[in-house]
């Protein structure tokens, strides 16, 4: 009984930190870093008691599992494939949840996958990775469905001259706003630039991995080319995706139904 009640609580603190952090993330876009100071060591505390007390033989595969997907985590963050609030949040999941509660669950897939056993948080990325990329799928219909209303090109200039997979990026993964709603709302990121605006043919051309730290001058740029007539007034941007959101929905699936990735693995199998 007390096994449980440890697992409960766990799974419990676990849902309460991500849901806070997903909200954050969602209305500012940042998570302060008090969430995970209070969050790691509680989750580690819970985690570390119940395998002391009833399963001391799982503390090493804890220690392997937590090393693994921090370094999973760091090299995501520095591959610029996920931002600090992300990785803080797969590491404090690897303290809370290195394996699959099932002392406490049963997945609606009707087993648990041998990732979901020994690196739960992994499952748990993944989920949040396919739930993201169907957004893309979102993105490209609202893309199509505006060059069919609006009969605008979708590229204009230099951009035309991108390479398909970038186009295709850009169609994935943004869509046309107009710059004062870039000015506004700062969590939007510009997927294009515009250089030598004062010559007479200046270079337009898309962007795939904004930077925080650019997006002001390239905000600038757009709206000085607008102003000189050069470009149109709306312009490629990308909402920026609260990954923490698709994280936590990951974590519900993964717990609820089990791993995504091995049932799609067993379906084209034929198991």
């Given at each position: 009984m007390m096994y449980q009640v440890f697992v409960a609580a766990r799974v419990t603190v676990c849902m309460a930190f991500l849901f806070y952090a997903s909200w954050s993330d969602y209305k500012k876009r940042e998570v302060s870093n008090s969430v995970w100071i209070l969050f790691a060591p509680l989750a580690f505390a819970l985690t570390f008691s119940e395998f002391f007390l009833f399963d001391f033989e799982a503390l090493p595969f804890y220690g392997l599992c937590f090393a693994l997907t921090?370094?999973?985590?760091?090299?995501?963050?520095?591959?610029?494939?996920f931002g600090g609030a992300d990785a803080k949040a797969l590491m404090?999941?690897?303290?809370?949840?290195?394996?699959?509660?099932?002392?406490?669950?049963?997945?609606?897939?009707?087993?648990?996958?041998?990732?979901?056993?020994m690196f739960f948080p992994v499952t748990v990325f993944s989920n949040s990775v396919i739930l993201a990329a169907l957004t893309a799928v979102y993105l490209l219909f609202h893309n199509l469905l505006w060059r069919i209303k609006t009969g605008c090109p979708l590229f204009e200039g230099?951009?035309?001259?991108?390479?398909?997979?970038?186009r295709l990026l850009v169609l994935a993964t943004g869509y046309k706003v107009h710059i004062k709603k870039l000015k506004?709302?700062?969590h939007i990121y510009p997927l294009e630039d515009v250089e030598n605006i004062k010559e007479s043919e200046p270079k337009r051309r898309l962007l795939?991995?904004?930077k925080d730290e650019e997006r002001e001058g390239i905000v600038k740029r757009l709206e000085s080319a607008i102003e000189a007539g050069i470009i149109q007034e709306k312009v490629w941007a990308t909402p920026g995706l609260p990954m923490l959101i698709f994280m936590t929905a990951g974590l519900i699936l993964a717990l609820i139904y089990g791993d995504i990735v091995w049932a799609l693995v067993r379906f084209f199998m034929g198991r």
């Open positions: 921090s370094i999973f985590a760091t090299i995501l963050f520095y591959a610029g494939g404090c999941l690897a303290l809370a949840l290195p394996f699959y509660p099932s002392e406490l669950l049963k997945p609606l897939m009707g087993e648990t996958s041998p990732i979901m056993e230099d951009q035309r001259k991108a390479s398909i997979g970038k506004e709302e700062w795939v991995l904004p």
